[in-house]
């Protein structure tokens, strides 16, 4: 079992934590191999960010650090991103935020467009857990990970006044999408 995860958005999103979350979960949790890397503009918000992580059960399949055939891919935000989509393999999940995505790239990929941050701040309250519904909706879509295990992970990496609502919004793409 191999997954390569390419996670895109820009500065403010959680894209970093999204990647954070799922190595904690799979390194620590589920005992798999995890590597990974992670870029970012210098804006605190606003600019570009990317995290890349790929676990597995086999030592030998994280042996580079950055995403080569993505299984998985999350676009939070509209940066460049027909430079991503030769990093996607045929066969990939692809899930965008429709909150800010107008058109949907055209692929062989299995496709899920869904306003994230808008299901966030409307029935959450907050656009900056739109990052845990979609991670929710990742993780129950492709079963990568036990949710058990990303909401340890969540607990451990998420300030204690946030983890709440951190995993309110994991569960609810998780249960919900």
Known sequence: MKWEILIVGRGGQGVLLLGHVIGVAAAKYAKLYVTGTEA?????????????VIISDNPEDVDFVKVRSANVALFMYPYNIDSYLNLLNPNAYVF?????FKESPKGPWKLFKTPYTEIAEKTLGNPRVGNMVALGHIIGRTKMLNPEHVEKAI?????????NLNIEAFRK???EL
């Open 173 to 175: 793409g998780l249960k």
């Open 155 to 163: 607990e451990e990496l998420i300030p204690e006044k946030w983890i």
């Open 96 to 100: 965008i935020d429709a909150t800010y």
């Open 40 to 52: 970012y503009a210098s804006e605190t918000r606003g600019g570009e960010s990317r995290s890349d």
